[in-house]
């Protein structure tokens, strides 16, 4: 099976504290993975040695690899492709999109790369590039919103508009950190069966990072949870039982055990979760 994503003992240390220890793992194409795991774990940390935002610690011999490529080794980051770039997408907690700009506009800059250099410099789109900024609008259900100013819209529509531009990308493999996190339940779950659905129909990897667990449970096959930035489990999300949860999240405090609810009701640690 192909390694969409490969990453080999990596370690990462802020000053004296130790973010990641020896973290290892893979991901297959098509795969729809969560990385969970308590407030400060090293999700975040994590996925951003994987898009090559940071670096591993120096000494290590860390090597992380992302579609066959080098993004980085032994703490040395290596400079992205125009067409390694074009073949991953990017969805932020922060939305990440041009405010000031059409929700057209910021689909069609997902497709920049596959254009030649001088027509990208240029930012004239073809109608046939429209076309297929207006089916991405399509799928993930804000068409009507096409012409509308980014910075107009809800949070779950800028997240939708995201994902548009990561399919009109045609990016292979998809990291999304904390999707969600700003998004009220409803919008929450709708951005989370978007990202469901084009792994399913298209094929297409996905790398997330959920605070949530009864979200990761319900839209994601594997988990790779992190505690106190040491690999926790990696496999089925079935295989994350409570006892193993609530030993994943046991030193958690009461907001974060409150934010695991389904409803943001507690009971207990145990219920919380499932
Ligand atoms: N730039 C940085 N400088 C110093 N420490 C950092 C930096 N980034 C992260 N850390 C520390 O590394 C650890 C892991 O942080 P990270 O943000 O990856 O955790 P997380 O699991 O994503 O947390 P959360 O769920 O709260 O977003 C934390 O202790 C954090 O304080």
């Known amino acids: 099976m192909t390694a969409i994503v490969s990453v080999e003992r990596l370690d990462k240390s802020f000053g004296p504290h130790a973010a990641l ?15 969970i795991g308590p407030s400060g774990s090293g999700k975040s940390t994590l996925l951003r040695h994987l898009i090559g935002l940071t670096r591993a610690d120096r000494r290590s011999h860390s090597h992380v690899r992302v579609l066959d490529r080098d993004v980085q080794h ?18 932020f907690q922060q939305f990440n999109l041009a405010g000031r700009l059409s929700v057209m506009t910021n689909v069609l800059i997902g497709h920049l790369g596959a254009m030649p250099r001088w027509r990208a410099l240029t930012g004239r ?46 990016a292979e493999v998809i990291f999304a950190d ?8 409803r919008s929450a779950r709708e951005v ?24 990761a449970r319900r839209y994601c096959r594997r988990a ?18 409570d006892v193993r949860l609530q030993a994943l999240y046991e030193n958690a405090g009461l907001d974060e055990l409150e934010s695991r609810q389904p409803d943001h009701r507690i009971a207990t640690p145990l219920h919380a979760v499932g």
């Open 125 to 170: 789109f073809t109608q046939q590039e429209r076309d297929l900024a207006l089916r991405a609008l399509e799928r993930v259900g804000i068409v009507g919103l096409a012409h509308q100013r980014a910075n107009t819209l809800s949070g779950g529509q800028m997240q939708r508009v995201a994902i548009a531009r990561a399919l009109v990308q045609e």
């Open 192 to 215: 989370m069966e978007i990202l469901q659905r084009i792994n399913r129909e298209d094929g297409r990897t996905i790398v997330v990072t959920l605070h949530q667990v009864d979200v």
């Open 224 to 241: 790779i949870a992190l505690k106190q930035g040491r690999l926790y489990y990696d496999g089925p999300i079935a295989g994350l039982t």
């Open 74 to 91: 032994g703490g040395r980051l290596l400079g992205a492709s125009r067409e390694q770039r074009r073949r991953c997408g990017y969805i």
């Open 21 to 35: 220890r020896e973290i290892g793992f893979e991901i297959h194409a098509g795969e729809l993975v969560t990385l």
């Open 178 to 185: 904390e999707p969600i996190a700003s998004l009220d339940p």
